[in-house]
């Protein structure tokens, strides 16, 4: 999220014109006689409630009687600047587009998968039965899905881990419902790592190679395996996934890898779509099976006024650790024969990451798995020498499980974690014993190892990677600080799972704020609530640096303001 602003408790702030008195109740510091005003246009800094990430819509609302330049306060200093000092104020100034960035960003979530998966949400379905009654109705109530037979049913969200059958849902389920057969589905689980799809989505997709590398295909007793969106459907995910950003106070997010249509979409669509203040877009997922594209497409940088950049490429290293295509060093707990599996030969990460890097990308490399992120360090360790780290900016996405020895040298690389609250919070209500199954006690106590991460001189950034998750950025705030789930809940009692790993609030604060706008190389204009930055933020209900950790939930986004403007709520 982006630096933090808080209007707490009743002291909500209040809009006022700079050049008008202020009242009793909006008190401005820093500001100067109007006789002796410096030539500077800012004359006041603001103070507001702030805790984004990242996106936003332009449905912007018409012209309203506030001014281009205006004040917002709270009675306290409870604008939390970010800076390198960790400072607070009590006012900010916006003039028109600028003056301080406030809000949060999200350093890792998928905007247009996001809103592919809200159009059928299949998380809280209990059942493969239930999760296909839910899919039978959303076709029954959904004109346009219902009259057209060959229109792509896609949705997500479902976990087969909380299911009370063993082992994978097939197409046999969904074929089995009279409504749904002979429709392409296409529904991805909840850790986006597997795709439950329709005979009639196999059929339009065939042929299917035998195998698949760094993954598996389901085929049933006979052999057989158990679909493109069109302009229209990207559009409407992507208004999904904005509305519900803006409601939680996102301000800038960093789209964890664009196929070339969605990137395409993108670009099309941003001046009359977006009023992003920076999406981070990764250009595309490297295809070890597709010739070298580095030096050929060049990053953009800064595109749209500002608003639009695709300066990285997406590598993944594994999978993920629930469907058991994460990497690690020894076999899975529940599964002795397997230790996971990487998805891409260790001899094409030391081609092509040092060749990206040479011509100017930031390399994203998703690695889950204790030996998948060794693999990953190793290549990096040789790809950097000579390279100037803090220009190239290298991410180890997720960095979920990682021994000791290679916290340390993570440090010492300055490769950035990127770290996924959102997906930790769920991991503490839903999957904290079944991480304990599948890696055992005590490999166990190197997943989510935040402060250790910290503690070893990582740079790290944090996101939700939704959908896997909730995108609200409360939520990964809370969980980071008191390693408890939503409802208070650990499975190592009141002090949370694994307590010694908790992050300070100040640490949370500024890995959504300040350290994504680093791993975005958006440091200068966003991230920290400094003049000429963007007036970017999110005014909140609650001073969540002080209050309860147990109220923190319980906070609410008053409004969200991009470029000085609000674009949900109001000020």
Known sequence: MGPTGISAGEDEGCAQDKDKVPSADCPIVGST???????????????????????????????????????????????????????QTQCIVVEGAYIADIGSLDSHGHILEYGATQQLPLESTKSIQDAVARVRQYILSTPDVYNNT?????????????????????????????????????????????????????????????????????????????????????????????????????????DAGLDPTSLAFFKRFLPSLLCFTSPHLWHDLFDENKPYWGNTTHPIVGAGDGRLSAR?????????????????????????????????????????????LQDGWQVNVHAIGDRANGIVLDVFEASLKGVNVTASRPRLEHAQMMTKADMVRLGKLGVIASIDWSVFMFSLSNSVLFFDRFVGPERVKSLYAFRSLVDSGAKITLGSDFPVESMNPLSGFYAAITRKSATGQSPHGPDGWFPEQRLTRQEALRGMTIDPAYASFTETTLGSLEIGKRADFTILSQDIMTIPAEDILATKVHATVIDGKPVYGSI
């Open 312 to 356: 990285s490429v997406k590598i993944f290293a594994d999978g993920a650790l629930r469907t058991g295509g994460s990497a690690l060093y020894e076999p899975y707990a529940d599964n002795p024969t397997t230790r996971g599996f990487m998805r891409i030969d260790t001899e094409v990460l030391y081609d092509v990451i040092p060749k990206f």
């Open 150 to 254: 060959s229109k792509v049913i896609t949705g997500g969200g479902w976990d087969h881990t909380v299911w009370p059958t063993a082992g994978w849902p097939t197409a046999a389920d969904l074929d089995a419902d009279s409504v749904i057969r002979g429709r392409p589905v296409v529904l991805q689980s909840k850790d986006c790592h597997a795709l439950w799809v329709s005979s009639k989505a196999i059929e339009v997709s065939l042929p299917f190679p035998e195998i698949v590398e760094g993954g598996v295909i389901v085929r049933d007793g006979v052999g057989k395996p158990t679909a493109r969106a069109t302009e229209s459907d990207l559009l409407r995910r992507f208004k999904v996934a904005i509305r519900d950003a803006l409601s939680y106070g996102l301000t800038s997010i960093h």
């Open 33 to 87: 006689p109007s006789d002796k005003r410096p030539s500077s246009r800012w004359s006041l800094i603001i103070a507001v409630a702030s805790i984004a990430l990242a996106c936003l819509f332009t449905a912007r609302r018409a012209a309203s009687t506030r001014p281009d330049t205006y004040a917002i306060c709270s009675k306290q200093d409870k604008v939390y600047i970010v800076d390198a000092e960790n400072s």
